[in-house]
Every structure is written in C-alpha cells, then in structure tokens.
C-alpha cells in the first residue's frame, strides 16, 4: 500500500501525522493538507542535512497554521549500535521491526514522550510491508512507542527530553555510538 522510504512519500489524506488539525487546515488553506514523509538513507552524521519539504504541519493552540520542514533524509547509521536520525520519528518502526530478534535498547531524544496510545496493536506475524502500513495507518509521531514496546519490537525505551540529560546521558549509560 505504502512506498519502500527511498523516494519521499506525499501523505494527502487524514492519517498518520496528517491527521494533526486536518479539518481545520482543509478549511483554511482551501486544499488537502499534506505534508511528505521523508526519504531514508544509509550514512553518517555527516549525511543529516534540513530538506525543504513540509514534514508536519498543524494550527497551534493560538490558532496560526505552523508548517514545518525536515530533513532532506531520514539516516539510518548501521554499526554495533544503530542509530536513526528521523523527523517524521514513527517511522523508525519498519527499522526496529528489522532489529526485533536483537531486542533493541532505544534511547529516544525528543522534547515529546511520543507515549499516547493506540487503538491497534502491532500484529504478532507483522513482515516489512505489514509495518510501514500500520506506521501509516496506526501512528503519528505521539503514539509509536507504546505498540514498539507492547509488540516487542524494542525491548526498552530511555526519554532523553532535555539538553541537560542529553549533557548527562553518560551516567546512566555506557554506549559508544558510531560516527
């Protein structure tokens, strides 16, 4: 139903991170609201680069439409520990279904818990095209972990929510990431 993430996907319809103030920003801006899902890649950090496509876009709670851009491509950094640097961050579940049998430890950095709850869990028999569709059509950037971490697909998730535990992250965790 869905792309593969090698060319970016264009989402018109009221799903996913396109539901986010749908109605409202169909009314004002007289067209279907639609924002892109971007590309992934296989890189470095070197290869994290801002795109110029809408990635999200809603009506805050003062009512003016917020449109903003991504990245020119989700990176996927492969190595001892992965790593996936992400804008529209849901969909990292088709990379974490790819890791399941190692259990992941995820560590999220966000200013959001991204914990709000879903109506479908992930099915048990869920293969790479079953994923990106339930990515689409069950989640948006709020709700991906909680079925990431019911279904078993990681087998924990650290909140890294602010500069200070991201300066002090070391403390807790003995990781050496990959450059």
């Keep these: 139903m869905f792309g593969t993430y090698k060319n970016p996907q264009t989402l018109t319809t009221n799903i996913s991170t396109n ?3 749908y109605t409202d920003r169909e009314q004002r801006l007289c067209t279907l609201p ?12 070197d290869d994290v680069v801002l795109g ?14 917020q449109s903003r851009t ?8 492969d190595g001892d520990v992965p790593v996936a640097i992400m804008d529209n961050h849901n969909h990292v579940l088709p990379l974490w279904r ?4 190692q259990q992941p430890f995820v560590i999220h950095i966000d200013a959001h818990a991204d914990l709000e709850p879903v109506q479908a869990p992930i099915p048990d028999d869920v293969d790479e095209h079953s994923i ?14 909680p079925p990431a971490l019911d279904s078993g697909l990681i087998a924990d998730c650290v909140q890294v929510r602010s500069s200070y535990a991201l300066e002090h992250i070391h403390k807790t965790l003995s990781l050496s990431f990959p450059t």
């Design 19 to 21: 539901a986010f103030s």
């Design 34 to 45: 639609t924002i892109t899902i971007t590309p992934r890649k296989v890189g470095s950090r």
């Design 70 to 77: 991504g990245l020119e491509h989700n990176i996927y950094i």
């Design 98 to 101: 790819k890791y399941r049998k």
């Design 52 to 65: 110029d496509h809408i990635v999200i876009e809603e009506i805050d709670h003062h009512s003016v439409l």
């Design 132 to 145: 990106r569709d339930y990515t689409h059509t069950e989640t948006h950037i709020g709700s991906f972990i």
